[in-house]
């Protein structure tokens, strides 16, 4: 990254992160042009230093690069919630799970096939040259809502149960960043930019739709169904600091 060559390369489309604008965030939506700057995660800075790079690098030398800032982009392969099969297992078992929160922070989620149609329309696009283009859903969740949506796709209850995001990063720090960094935020998007250079980018397919998918994927691939003993220990930890808190069960 460091000697970087126009000469060898016809166009560079870096994949950065919508988790590298400010937290907290100071005003929703979020637009290009929101300030950069997340002192939680260490992921989220490292972006930031590439997208300087590569700014520079266009500046300076020309050099022939697009930035795109998705979001949380998932398909049938993943699962788009703290815990991932973890948290599905325990639903469909009837155990409690853990939110961070109380819940009803906002989160964007975009499928990957949506995102597709907004990759390829900026690829070879010489308008998107030397620019910054975010590309996430129009479609917005409660972390309460996403829980609830995959826990009856796969047949079970939502059994939630809240828990503050400091208790749970304290237990499994490793998570720290991605939670007090990004999760733990309400983002809404804007997504005027994009569609004035690629006019087909309409997201389409909604949690709603997508999580039987992924169910049926994970049901078919019992390869993929990983219970992580560590993450249901936390889950249990955190279960057993909350019974009886204010936060109660949230069955939405």
């Not at 469909?92 to 961070?100: A, C, K, L, N, S």
């Not at 999760?183 to 690629?198: E, Q």
């Not at 739709?209 to 049926?216: D, K, L, P, T, Y």
Request: hydrophobic share 40%; aromatic share 10%.
């Amino acid at each position: 990254m460091t000697a970087l060559k126009v000469l060898f390369i016809g166009k560079y489309v870096f994949i950065s992160s919508a988790s590298a604008y400010q937290k907290p965030v100071a005003h929703l939506p979020i637009t290009e042009s929101t300030p950069l700057r997340n002192p939680r995660w260490q992921y989220s800075r490292h972006k930031i230093a590439c997208e300087e790079l590569l700014t520079r690098a266009y500046r300076d030398r020309d050099f022939p690069v697009t930035v795109l800032r998705p979001s949380h982009t998932y398909d049938k392969w993943t699962i788009p919630a703290f815990g991932g099969w973890t948290a599905i297992d325990r639903l469909r078992r009837g155990e409690e799970i853990v939110v961070h929160g109380d819940g009803t922070s906002l989160w964007t989620l975009t499928h990957s096939t949506d995102f597709a149609v907004g990759f390829v329309g900026l690829i070879g696009n010489p308008l998107a040259y030397g620019d910054t283009f975010q590309i996430t859903s129009d479609f917005v969740y409660t972390w309460n809502e996403i829980y609830s949506i995959l826990a009856r796709a796969a047949g079970g209850e939502p059994r939630l149960r809240h828990a503050p995001t400091t208790e749970i990063e304290r237990l499994a720090p490793e998570r720290a960043g991605q939670l007090s960094g990004d999760m733990a935020h309400s983002v809404v998007f804007d997504n005027t930019k994009i569609r004035r250079l690629v006019p087909d980018f309409s997201p389409s397919v909604a949690l709603h739709h997508a999580a039987r998918e992924i169910i049926e994927w994970h049901d078919g691939h019992p390869e993929l169904q990983r219970v992580d003993p560590d993450l249901d220990a936390l889950f249990a930890e955190l279960l057993s600091h909350s019974r009886g808190g204010a936060d109660g069960a949230a069955t939405p």
